[in-house]
């Protein structure tokens, strides 16, 4: 079992600890010191599946220069704000990469071993496009 802490500082200032104690500043969503709690289910997804497709592309022997992820969310726009589309956008480069191997890479993380993908997915729909750049 994982077991997360979240203590309150002040306002609605609060530090989030996970279970190797490592540490995360949130805050409501217009307070501006810190992540706000459903944006950073965006991060999760997205940091989630970024270490799935490097440690998935180094398997496959291609050496990544460059990877960044970018999770987009649409809300409902009544309480409780769930997330109903969430659309993630890859950016990679690096040396001998394919459109093979980074489509597969991203499909397995999605499908199979994102296990934040796999929470959200009940609850929104998941979609995801990227790109090859080059450096």
């Known amino acids: 079992m994982v077991t997360t802490t979240v203590r309150w500082l002040a306002d609605r200032h609060f530090v989030g600890t996970d279970s190797n104690n490592h540490s995360v500043v949130l805050s409501g969503q217009k307070e501006g010191i810190g992540v706000s709690p459903s944006e950073m289910l965006l991060i999760a997804l997205a940091s989630c599946s970024s270490v799935d497709v ?3 592309l180094e398997k496959k ?3 990544l220069t460059l990877l960044e992820v970018t999770a987009s969310g649409e809300r409902d726009p009544d309480p409780p ?3 109903r589309k969430i659309h993630v956008k890859y950016r990679l480069a690096g040396k001998g990469l ?3 191997a980074v489509e597969q890479a991203i499909h397995l993380s999605q499908d199979k071993y994102c296990s934040v993908s796999a929470t959200v997915r009940g609850v929104a729909r998941i979609t995801y496009d990227y790109e ?3 450096q």
């Open 61 to 63: 022997r291609k050496k």
């Open 54 to 56: 490097v440690e998935i």
């Open 81 to 83: 704000w769930a997330y």
């Open 98 to 100: 394919t459109e093979k």
């Open 132 to 134: 090859i750049v080059t």
